[in-house]
């Protein structure tokens, strides 16, 4: 099947467990039963958050602290694309693309869907309860009401 033809499913990761379960259940039901010609092209993408995000707004000291919080958040970037990749390569997946975007997770997730052209987003669930939810926000929930594709919301069974 030429690369063209292929169905974009994008995978969106984060440090969390959740995320990888969800990434597993997309290549275990999505890719692996088609391979080795699998009509699916993989794009895992991971959402890096700005310093500025992370610290709530710049204040005094930031220009010492901004630099600190970066390092720290490009070294959670290699983490999980380095899980991601090994996950991959563990179900013999090859044909897959990573990404890492800065910027708020939902916003990422729809923006790449759209210049992938993606037919499918994949993501895990916390499980947060809707308390949390409401004061953290969830990812899957924008996902759900804002991609331009079909949104696929996978449960971790055991967490």
């Known amino acids: 099947m030429a690369a063209e033809e292929k169905q974009t499913v994008l995978v969106g990761v984060d440090e969390s467990d959740h995320s990888l379960y969800a990434l597993q259940w ?8 088609c391979l080795p010609e699998s009509p699916v ?9 700005s310093p500025i995000s992370v610290l709530g707004g710049v204040g005094p000291g930031a220009e010492v602290v901004l630099p600190i919080i970066e390092s720290y958040l490009k070294k959670i970037a290699v983490l999980v694309t380095d899980k991601a990749k090994k996950l991959c390569r563990s179900r013999s997946v090859h044909d897959v693309v990573f990404g890492v975007v800065e910027g708020d997770a939902r916003n990422v997730l729809c923006e790449a869907v759209v210049k992938h052209h993606a037919s499918m987003l994949v993501v ?21 009401h804002n991609a331009s594709c ?5 449960k971790n069974p055991t967490k």
Request: aromatic share 10%.
């Open 124 to 144: 895990g669930s916390h499980g947060y309860g809707a308390l949390k939810r409401t004061f953290l926000g969830s990812v899957s929930d924008y996902c759900i």
């Open 26 to 33: 997309a290549i275990d039901n999505l890719i692996v039963p």
């Open 41 to 49: 092209k993989l794009f895992v993408v991971h959402a890096k958050p």
């Open 150 to 154: 079909s949104v696929l919301v996978v």
